[in-house]
């Protein structure tokens, strides 16, 4: 099916409607009759070229359809509307919201007691500085050998990868020259 042009779509969503019309008048004349008379120029459906074929605007209702020409005619169906999913997302949600409730309504409440003491101590906290009786001066503790023995085996460590990554760049950049 090749793509309708905008002029050959517009003229043949004229001619149905034209068929259309004179169908209604020529075989239901008293039923158009008892009908009110629509509000816009173009009747009840406003009718708009797409690529696909007409998007048809149902002026009465709102709904929108796609009609599109296949073998055995013309096929309108109707587009999904968004809104109806929506409000129907917003009462679920709502109606989720009133279960929670009542469920928090129903169970047990929080006290703010615990059964249990809390520690006398935190096991966290570092221990402070011990004050010297006489003077009323901070001594602070000083680290232990093995400590001391950590930390120059991590700066021994970081020297020699200082050096060895300082040979590496002095070769490479020698051998660029």
Not at 40 to 55: A, F, H, K
Not at 68 to 90: F, H, M, Q
Not at 125 to 131: D, G, M, T
Request: hydrophobic letters at 40%; aromatic letters at 4%; proline letters at 6%.
């Amino acid at each position: 099916m090749r793509p309708a042009k905008s002029s050959t779509t517009s003229w043949l969503a004229a001619a149905i409607l034209a068929v259309t019309t004179l169908a209604v008048t020529t075989f239901g004349g008293g039923l158009v009759a008892a009908q009110s008379a629509p509000d816009g120029d173009n009747g009840r459906y406003s009718m708009t070229p797409i690529p696909e074929g007409v998007l048809r605007l149902d002026s009465r209702t709102g709904t929108v359809s796609t009609c599109t020409k296949n073998d055995a005619g013309w096929a309108c169906y109707a587009v999904p509307d968004e809104r109806s999913a929506l409000d129907a997302e917003i009462g679920r949600l709502q109606a989720e919201v009133e279960k929670l409730k009542g469920q928090l309504a129903a169970g047990p409440t929080v006290s703010g007691k615990i059964d249990e003491a809390l520690p006398k101590s935190d096991p966290l906290k570092k221990a402070e500085p011990k004050v010297a009786e006489g003077d009323r001066k901070l001594e602070i503790p000083l680290p232990s050998d093995q400590d001391m023995d950590r930390m120059m085996s991590f700066l021994e460590k970081a020297w020699r990868r200082l050096i060895d990554m300082a040979n590496r760049v002095q070769k490479d950049v020698s051998g660029k020259i």
